[in-house]
């Protein structure tokens, strides 16, 4: 593996993001995924039938902007408090979520203005003009959503981790831009918001792909598991059982991560 690590640079890999390889069926890395890991079926069913909640949406059209304010809410709750480059309009709101007895709606607000600011949606504006930008009604959304995860998901997650890293970056080797939401000591979690009550092909293989892509084995990754917030459903398998159960055979992960590579590489 080291040899593979030390020659990689002289391979070609057209593919350089995951989460948009997996959007193209035509992609060598989502053409792979399918045709070695089919089987799909039996738990995308077992995950339509648990039992569920549903936190509706405030904003159909916020282009997915609560969406990703829960990811960062959650990395805050689990105690992730890294302060992102942000516009200069926003360092009011950091102070107050950053004390440890911080207020959940300040978490949230916080989550909402960092990603705002991901956005360059801020820059040049006022204190007072960034308040204004967050309304009630996203707050509101975040505290259903924390809520939700309050009882599904933050107590089987965090209550004994001793390692939480948000949005971790992996090694590139394959040429992949790879980051997944949420590394919890050996455990890889991506958080899915959409509305529809579903465990889409995409959002399966965006979940396995990252674990794969881990070519080093530099996270130690025994377990994956996905969360969704609107429903408040939490699934974790043991990674090579589940790969087991897709490819439909006994599977190695270091051999399938190996395989991988190749894929990707030739």
């Given at each position: 593996m080291n040899a593979h690590r030390a020659h990689a640079h002289v391979w070609t890999v057209t593919i350089t993001n995951l989460t948009s390889a997996l959007r193209s069926p035509h992609s060598t890395l989502a053409r792979y995924l399918s045709a070695r890991y089919p089987n799909l079926a039996a738990i995308q069913r077992e995950f339509r039938l648990s039992a569920a909640d549903f936190v509706a949406p405030h904003d159909p059209d916020d282009h997915g902007l609560v969406a990703e304010a829960f990811h960062r809410l959650v990395g805050l709750r689990a105690g992730d408090r890294r302060v992102p480059s942000m516009a200069p309009g926003v360092y009011h709101l950091v102070d107050a979520a950053l004390r440890p007895?911080?207020?959940?709606?300040?978490?949230?607000?916080?989550?909402?203005?960092?990603?705002m600011s991901a956005r360059g949606w801020l820059d040049h504006l006022s204190a007072?003009?960034?308040?204004?930008?967050?309304?009630?009604?996203?707050?509101?959304?975040?505290?259903?959503?924390d809520a939700l995860a309050a009882t599904r998901l933050y107590p089987s997650?965090?209550?004994?981790?001793?390692?939480?890293?948000?949005?971790?970056?992996?090694?590139?080797s394959c040429?992949?831009?790879?980051?997944?939401?949420l590394v919890v000591d050996r455990c890889l979690v991506e958080i899915k918001t959409i509305n529809a009550l579903t465990l889409r092909k995409r959002d399966v293989h965006q979940m396995i792909g990252y674990a794969l892509l881990d070519v080093f084995?530099?996270?130690?990754?025994?377990?994956?598991a996905i969360y969704?917030?609107?429903h408040g459903i939490f699934r974790r398998w043991w990674f090579e059982d589940l790969l087991a159960r897709l490819a439909?055979?006994?599977?190695?992960?270091?051999?399938?991560?190996g395989r991988l590579y190749q894929a990707l590489a030739w």
């Amino acid at each position: 593996m080291n040899a593979h690590r030390a020659h990689a640079h002289v391979w070609t890999v057209t593919i350089t993001n995951l989460t948009s390889a997996l959007r193209s069926p035509h992609s060598t890395l989502a053409r792979y995924l399918s045709a070695r890991y089919p089987n799909l079926a039996a738990i995308q069913r077992e995950f339509r039938l648990s039992a569920a909640d549903f936190v509706a949406p405030h904003d159909p059209d916020d282009h997915g902007l609560v969406a990703e304010a829960f990811h960062r809410l959650v990395g805050l709750r689990a105690g992730d408090r890294r302060v992102p480059s942000m516009a200069p309009g926003v360092y009011h709101l950091v102070d107050a979520a950053l004390r440890p007895d911080a207020a959940v709606e300040d978490l949230c607000r916080f989550a909402l203005v960092a990603e705002m600011s991901a956005r360059g949606w801020l820059d040049h504006l006022s204190a007072y003009q960034v308040d204004s930008l967050v309304t009630g009604g996203q707050v509101d959304e975040l505290l259903r959503l924390d809520a939700l995860a309050a009882t599904r998901l933050y107590p089987s997650l965090l209550r004994r981790a001793n390692r939480v890293t948000t949005e971790p970056q992996w090694d590139d080797s394959c040429g992949i831009a790879a980051t997944p939401d949420l590394v919890v000591d050996r455990c890889l979690v991506e958080i899915k918001t959409i509305n529809a009550l579903t465990l889409r092909k995409r959002d399966v293989h965006q979940m396995i792909g990252y674990a794969l892509l881990d070519v080093f084995d530099d996270w130690g990754l025994e377990e994956v598991a996905i969360y969704s917030a609107r429903h408040g459903i939490f699934r974790r398998w043991w990674f090579e059982d589940l790969l087991a159960r897709l490819a439909g055979e006994s599977v190695d992960v270091a051999t399938e991560r190996g395989r991988l590579y190749q894929a990707l590489a030739w």
